[in-house]
Structures are given as structure tokens and as C-alpha cells.
């Protein structure tokens, strides 16, 4: 093998020495990898002019991707056009937002969850990774997924509207961090598409988690979860040893696999790193399913999801067998399934390598017909430090990030295998490019489809450092755009955004067909005609219906009592595309927007007499600012 992985040998220190490898390495991080990598010099030459003006869209231009990419702890989903990197839009799903009135609104309320006050059960999320679902092996455009890590919430959205319409909290697990919907069905050929979406958690707890084992460590646990894409109800869940991490699913919908990085089931940090390999998980779909059938589950705590057995233990004989544990090299971070279906490739984080395992062969030790499990490892090779996650060209390449070295390494699946199975002349590394700086995701242009097509990577630096003008403290994070159509990986360009995101998908842009204007019909308290405006009342309790039509509101005032709940509910009866009004109220805490033919309502006390000047926050027309109505609140 070339030099590069000579120079690795000498650095294989990641056992122990790994946690200080980290913070060394994100504390300099200005600082070149020991052994200058070979393929990085022409690599990290200007850009070809071809190349770099891809990103550059002239005024008015369209870009030919989308991207969905995941917020971090602003909680929501971002959309992007690719391959400029411009953000278009911002889905709030976890948190409040104060544009479109998401958490204020009784109709996102509703989906956010409230307590029994009618305030929101939570108001902070951490979202990581989003996904979309899937039909023939690609994408169809009808929903994306995204994880809020805090909570254990997984959220929906529909991606005609591009608005979050469900949102679903996981019992019996804390930390849910990998999600990813299935692809078909693992046993019925005719639905080839996305109905269940996995989910992995993180943090093992004791079962049920209500304050006792709290010093049993060795009776914590964690959970792989399936919600139902439809109902986004919860099915099942497998109670497994260790912990999950990410999680990937076969193209057929036989398999779905989560990496284990506490295979050592350690409460504290150093407990975590103790092992030399901890595991990827295979979950046998089709089994967990019949289980359940079978009534072969229980439940735990309050919560009546079906919960069947994944251990270890209970889960040696493989003709029985629901979960398969494969072995891999210590704590593991990605798992990632090629686009020719045939393998899952688990980046090993602490480990220099990536894992090759190859999923026929799973399917045969649950056959029967591999003695020996971790047979289905077709290769094991090293790559570089820090490996954390991989994007697929369709061609045959993998492009990993390597967030110690700073670095993505573009390496060939099948000289891989080859090199692993002793053909040490296979040159598995094609190709390294150094970004900037500490890679966390990565993906290419429709990389998790059988529609890969190597054109475009998205790299999500974790670490801006230099890249941009210094704005205090608080640094940007740097997502940089790569073509990859050559043999060469070729930085186009850096944007900055605020933290934290975490993965994404590209996906070619007609695979989306968002409407503008929405349905009015959608809406159960819609005002269909601006005649049916006005005030009712019930008790202390009273309706106040309005629209808008630009450049007015059907209400020039309205009059409520002081001590009244009063609940408005606004119709935008405007039906042409970019056509959105706003309602604030001064001193009420109120503002949301309507768009074309949308209804939503707010409820709220009116507790201070007075008038109140509600106006129009969305510019729609040149009489906006006069745009308003009076609310008089009687003393
Ligand atoms: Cu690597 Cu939460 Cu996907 Cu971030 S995880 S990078
Ligand atoms: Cu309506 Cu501004
Ligand atoms: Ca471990």
C-alpha cells in the first residue's frame, strides 16, 4: 500500500490516547496532519474555472438541487438550492419562530404539543439528521424526517407545503439521534416505498426510567424504535444491549442497522472507549415484525408500545435471531448504505478505518448459512483519523469525512475488499482534500439513492476558524460545496452558517412539486367569504373571524371585554403566489403570517383594556403599512 497508510500505521494510537487525539486536534486544528497526505497537493490546487462558476448562479438563475439540511438547536429544517448553497427557507418544527408564528398559533400548537395549561411542552431541540421518504430506491418528494436529540421527538414534513405537520415523542428512550426511513417492504414486493422510519437512541437508561436502577448501570438500556411514516404513531421497539448511534437501512427493507459505540454499556465517559470494537447492529424487520404479531413483546412503564427482545443473549441462535450484532473497530460513528445496495459502511471514529459489510451476508447468518457473523465484514481498512461520515458517487467511491486529519478521503469500495482480502497492490485511496476545518457530515448529490450521480459534496465543517470575517466569539460553522464529477475532488466554494447543522440530503430538483398557494379547503375553521367576519360570542369566551385581501383587513375594528378569551382566527383570502399578510398585536405578544388561501388562529386573554392597532407585518402591498384594524378592549 502507498505511503499514506505507512504514515497511519505509525499513528495508530486511538485507543486511549484517542479522547486527547480530539481535543488536540479541535484546539490546533490549524496544524497539518504528521504525514502530509499524498493526493492532497493537486487536489488543493485553484479550482478548475468550469468548476468554481458552478456555484456562482447568475441574477435570476435556478439552482438544479435541493438540499435538506437539518438546523441543530434552532430546531428547525433548512432548505437549500444546490449547487449555489443558497438557503431558501427555513421549516420551523421543535422551537417557536417568530415569522411565521410557529409555537403561538393554536394550529401549530397543536403539533408541537402543549401541557395542560395550553403553553408548549418544550421550546428547545436539537435537530441532527433529516431524511426523505423514499420510493424505488429514490426519493419521492412526499415527506422528510428530522430528529430533535433533546426530547426524543421525530417531527414530519410534508414537502408539498414544506411545513412540519406531525410531530411524535419516543417513550422509553433518551438521546434519539439516527433516524432513517425504510426504502420498501421487507416482505411485501409491492410497497417499494418509504412506511416506517427507525430511529436510534443514544443515552441507555434504566427501564422504566421513574427513579429506580439509578445505580444499576448494568440494567440500563437503550431502544431501536420504528414509527409508522403514515400515522407517525410508534409500531415497536427492540430493547437491545449498548447504545445506537446512526442508523441506515437496506434498499429491499430486509435490514436496518444502528452503530454501537458503548458496547461496554458504560455510565461514565472512559467507561465508553474501554472495548477494542463495539458493534453494528442488524435488525431483522421482517422477525421484529412477526414477533410482535406473535404477541411475543412487552411493554415498559406506562407507555403500551410493543418492546421485543434484542439482546444479546436471547438473540445467539440466528435462526431466531431478531438482531445480529457485527462486530466493529471502537466507538463507530456512521453507517451509511451504498447505492448499489449491497453494503453499509460504518466510519470507525476512534478507529482509523472504515468497515465494509456486505448485506447478503447478513442475510445469510439469520439463513443459516454463515457460521460465523463477522464474516459478512468484507473489508476493514484504514483511511485516515477520525472518520465520521460517507457519501457515495455512484461510481463506485466513497467520500468519507476525517475530522481529526481535517480532511476527505475519497477511497474505492472494491479495492478495498480487494486490499482486505490480500491484494495488498489495491489502491483503495483515490484522492484526499483538505476543508475546513473538522468535517462532521457529508453527502453527495442524490448519494443515499440508487439515483447517486457523483456531481456535488456537501461538506459541514465544524470549525470556521479563518474563513470568514471575525464576528466575536461565537464562530459560524463552514459548509463547503465540492464538485466531484473528476477524478479529483475540487473545493468550490465556503458558507458560512450559524450552528449548528448536521446532516443533509441533495436531490435533483424535479423530484419536488411544491404547491404556492395553498388549499383553503385544508383548514377546518377557514372563512370562506369575507361576509362571515365579525365577532360571536359565548360567555366570556368569543371568536373574532377576519381576512385579509390586500391591501386591507375585512374588519376595520373589533371589540372585545376586558377578562374575555378571545380566539381569532384569520383566512388569507388572497389566492396569488407570494402573497402573504401578517397579524401582529402590540402589547399581546402576537405576530404570525398567512399565506395565500391559509387559515390560522391564536387564543389569547384580553387582559388590558385599550386600543390596539393590529397590523399587517408582511409586506404586500404599497398601502402595507396602512394595512391594519383596530382591536378596542373595553375597560
Ligand atoms: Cu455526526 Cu449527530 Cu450525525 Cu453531527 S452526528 S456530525
Ligand atoms: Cu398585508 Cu402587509
Ligand atoms: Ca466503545
Known amino acids: 500500500m502507498s505511503t499514506e497508510v505507512v504514515g497511519l500505521g505509525r499513528r495508530r494510537f486511538l485507543n486511549t490516547a484517542a479522547l486527547t487525539g480530539l481535543t488536540l486536534g479541535v484546539a490546533a486544528c490549524n496544524d497539518k496532519p504528521e504525514t502530509a497526505p499524498a493526493a492532497s497537493g493537486p487536489s488543493a490546487a485553484a479550482p478548475a474555472a468550469h468548476a468554481s462558476s458552478a456555484t456562482h448562479l447568475k441574477p435570476g438563475e435556478l439552482d438544479t438541487y435541493y438540499g435538506i439540511w437539518s438546523g441543530g438547536h434552532t430546531g428547525d429544517m433548512r432548505i437549500l438550492g444546490l449547487p449555489s448553497g443558497r438557503e431558501i427557507h427555513r421549516i420551523p418544527c421543535f422551537v417557536p419562530d417568530a415569522l411565521v408564528g410557529w409555537g403561538l398559533t393554536n394550529e401549530s400548537k397543536a403539533v408541537m404539543g402543549t401541557k395542560p395549561d395550553g403553553s408548549l411542552r418544550y421550546t428547545v431541540a436539537d435537530t441532527h439528521h433529516t431524511h426523505a421518504s423514499y420510493k424505488d430506491g429514490n426519493y419521492d418528494g412526499r415527506y422528510a424526517w428530522i430528529n430533535d436529540k433533546i426530547n426524543s421527538r421525530i417531527a414530519r414534513v410534508r414537502l408539498d407545503y414544506f411545513v412540519c405537520d406531525k410531530i411524535t415523542e419516543l417513550p422509553n428512550v433518551q438521546g434519539f439521534h439516527g433516524i432513517f426511513p425504510d426504502k420498501a417492504d421487507p416482505v411485501d414486493p409491492a410497497i417499494n416505498y418509504t412506511t416506517r422510519v427507525f430511529c436510534g437512541a443514544e443515552f441507555a437508561i434504566p427501564l422504566p426510567n421513574n427513579g429506580g436502577d439509578i445505580n444499576n448501570p448494568e440494567k440500563y438500556r437503550s431502544m431501536f424504535t420504528c414509527v409508522d411514516a403514515e400515522s407517525m404513531e410508534v409500531r415497536w421497539q427492540v430493547l437491545i444491549d449498548g447504545n445506537c448511534d446512526l442508523t441506515a437501512t437496506s434498499y429491499d427493507g430486509k435490514l436496518a442497522a444502528t452503530n454501537q459505540y458503548n458496547i461496554e454499556n458504560g455510565v461514565h465517559y472512559e467507561d465508553m472507549m474501554s472495548s477494542e470494537r463495539d458493534a ?89 448459512k454463515l457460521p460465523e457473523l463477522d464474516k459478512a465484514i468484507v473489508a476493514e481498512v484504514e483511511i485516515g483519523l477520525g472518520p465520521l461520515h460517507t457519501a457515495f458517487d455512484g461510481r463506485g467511491n466513497a467520500y468519507t469525512t476525517l475530522f481529526l486529519d481535517s480532511q476527505v478521503v475519497k477511497w ?68 463547503q460545496i465540492i464538485d466531484i464529477s473528476g477524478d479529483k475532488m475540487v473545493l468550490l466554494a465556503d458558507h458560512p452558517v450559524r450552528g449548528e447543522p448536521h446532516d443533509f440530503i441533495i436531490f435533483k430538483r424535479d423530484l419536488l412539486k411544491p404547491k404556492q398557494v395553498y388549499d383553503i379547503n385544508d383548514f377546518p375553521l377557514a372563512i370562506k367569504d369575507s361576509k362571515e367576519s365579525g365577532v360571536t360570542r359565548n360567555g366570556k369566551k368569543v371568536t373574532v373571524k377576519i381576512t385579509s385581501q390586500a391591501p386591507a383587513f375585512s374588519l376595520r375594528e373589533f371589540t372585545v371585554k376586558k377578562g374575555d378569551e378571545v380566539t381569532l382566527i384569520l383566512t388569507n383570502l388572497d389566492k396569488i403566489e407570494d402573497l402573504t399578510h401578517g397579524f401582529a398585536i402590540p402589547k399581546y405578544n402576537v405576530n404570525f403570517i398567512v399565506n395565500p388561501l391559509e387559515t390560522k388562529s391564536v387564543t389569547f386573554m384580553a387582559d388590558q383594556p385599550g386600543i390596539f392597532w393590529c397590523y399587517c407585518t408582511h409586506f404586500c402591498h404599497a398601502l402595507h403599512l396602512e394595512m391594519r384594524t383596530r382591536m378596542i378592549v373595553e375597560a
Not at 410493543?306 to 445480529?324: F, I, Q, Y
Not at 471502537?330 to 448485506?359: M, Q, R, W
Not at 468535517?439 to 456531481?455: L, Y
Open 280 to 368: 453494528c447492529l442488524f435488525f431483522n424487520i421482517a422477525r421484529i415484525e412477526e414477533a410482535v404479531k406473535a404477541g411475543k413483546f412487552k411493554t415498559v412503564g406506562t407507555s403500551k408500545v410493543p418492546v421485543v427482545d434484542g439482546t444479546r443473549e436471547s438473540n445467539k441462535d440466528p435462526k431466531t435471531a431478531l438482531v445480529a450484532y457485527v462486530s466493529v473497530p471502537k466507538n463507530p460513528h456512521g453507517v451509511n448504505a451504498s447505492p448499489d445496495a449491497k453494503y453499509f459502511i460504518c466510519a470507525g471514529k476512534l478507529s482509523p478505518t472504515a468497515t465494509v459489510i456486505e448485506l447478503s451476508k447478513v442475510l445469510d447468518w439469520f439463513d443459516g
Open 412 to 479: 474505492n469500495v472494491d479495492a478495498a475488499i480487494k486490499f482486505h482480502a490480500g491484494d495488498k497492490t489495491a489502491k483503495y485511496v483515490v484522492d484526499r482534500l483538505d476543508v475546513h476545518y473538522q468535517p462532521g457530515h457529508i453527502n453527495a448529490s442524490q448519494s443515499e439513492t440508487r439515483a447517486a450521480d457523483g456531481k456535488y459534496l456537501a461538506v459541514g465543517c465544524k470549525f470556521s476558524k479563518d474563513r470568514f470575517l471575525p464576528v466575536g466569539p461565537l464562530h459560524p460553522e463552514n459548509e
